[in-house]
C-alpha cells in the first residue's frame, strides 16, 4: 500500500536539469590577460611613430629607438603593431647604414656642398636676358619690370622694348647706396654702349641707354649684376632689328664684344667687374 507524501513544499526532482529546468552552467572561467574577448587591444603608439620616422629618413636612430621602446610594451601589455615596430626598426637601421656610408665616403658632404651652391645660383639675381638678347615687358614699361615674371625674350628681328647690350658684376662687399650704384651704371654703361654699337649701320636715333641696378632689398637678396641695356626712347614704339656693330646681332644669345679697356666685356655671366 503505497503511502502519501506529507504535506507541504516537495523538494525537487532529481534528473538531468536544474532546479528552473536549464542545463547546469559550468563554473565561470576568466579570460586571461587585460583585455575581454570582445575588445581587441589598441595598436602601440610608439610602434607607428617607429614606421613613420623609419619611411621618411630624416632621423633614422629615433625610429629605431621608438621601435625597440614599442617592442617591450607590446610583450608587456599584449598590444598590437608588433609588425609595425619591427618595419620601423628595419628602415630606421638602414636608413643609419645609408648615413654612416655617405659621411665616410664624402657623398654627405658633396651633397650639401652642391645644395648650397644651387641656392647661391637661384639668389645670383643675374638678368634673365643674356648679352645680344632682346626683350618685351607688359605696357612698354621697363621701371615696373620684374626679372623672372614679367621679361618675355624674344628674337631681335620682332618688335622688342629692349636690347641687352652688357653686364658686370659689383664687387662691394656692402651696398654702396642707391646714388653710387646709379652712378656708376650710368658710367660704365655708357662706356659699353659706345664699343656695342660701333660699326652698326642701324638708326640709334629711337634708342636710349638704361639699366637695371640692384637695390638694398635684392642686393641682401644675392643680386650683384648691373644690366645695360638700349630701350625704346618712346614708350609707344618699339625697337625691331639688333643695334650690335660686330656683324653677330639679330639673335638671342650671348656673342662677344668689346670693353672700353681694350678687354673682353661682360655678359652675364659676369665677365667684368667693378666697384663703385
Known amino acids: 500500500m503505497d503511502i502519501p507524501p506529507p504535506p507541504g513544499p516537495h523538494p525537487p526532482h532529481p534528473g538531468p536539469y536544474g532546479p528552473q529546468g536549464y542545463p547546469p552552467q559550468p563554473p565561470y572561467q576568466q579570460w586571461p590577460g587585460p583585455y575581454s ?72 658632404r658633396d651633397f650639401v656642398d652642391g645644395f648650397k651652391e644651387a641656392a647661391r645660383e637661384s639668389r645670383s639675381g643675374s638678368f ?13 614699361d621697363l621701371d615696373s619690370a620684374t626679372y623672372e615674371y614679367e621679361i618675355d625674350e624674344v628674337p631681335c628681328a620682332r618688335p622688342h622694348d629692349a636690347e641687352v647690350f652688357a653686364s658686370f658684376r659689383v664687387n662691394n662687399p656692402s651696398f654702396p647706396g642707391d646714388a653710387a650704384m646709379q652712378g656708376l651704371a650710368e658710367r660704365k654703361c655708357t662706356a659699353y654702349a659706345t664699343s656695342y654699337t660701333e660699326g652698326s649701320s642701324a638708326d640709334l636715333s629711337g634708342a636710349e641707354v638704361v639699366f637695371f641696378v640692384p637695390d638694398r632689398e635684392t642686393w641682401r637678396q644675392g643680386s650683384r649684376h648691373i644690366t645695360c641695356l638700349y630701350a625704346a626712347a618712346d614708350q609707344a614704339r618699339s625697337l625691331e632689328g639688333s643695334l650690335r656693330g660686330d656683324g653677330t646681332g639679330g639673335g638671342v644669345g650671348g656673342g662677344t664684344g668689346g670693353r672700353p679697356d681694350g678687354g673682353e666685356d661682360g655678359g652675364t655671366d659676369g665677365g667684368d667687374s667693378a666697384e663703385v
Not at 48 to 53: D, G, K, R
Request: proline share 7%.
Open 37 to 108: 574577448p570582445y575588445s581587441r587591444p589598441p595598436v602601440n603608439g610608439f610602434a607607428i611613430a617607429s614606421l613613420v620616422f623609419g619611411i621618411l629618413c630624416c632621423i633614422p636612430g629615433v625610429g629605431l629607438i621608438l621601435g625597440l621602446v614599442g617592442l617591450s610594451q607590446i610583450k608587456k601589455k599584449g598590444e598590437r603593431g608588433k609588425g609595425l615596430a619591427i618595419a620601423g626598426s628595419i628602415l630606421s637601421a638602414l636608413g643609419i647604414v645609408l648615413l654612416v656610408i655617405g659621411v665616410t665616403t664624402g657623398a654627405a
Open 128 to 140: 634673365p636676358v643674356d648679352k645680344g638678347g632682346c626683350f618685351n615687358v607688359p605696357d612698354s
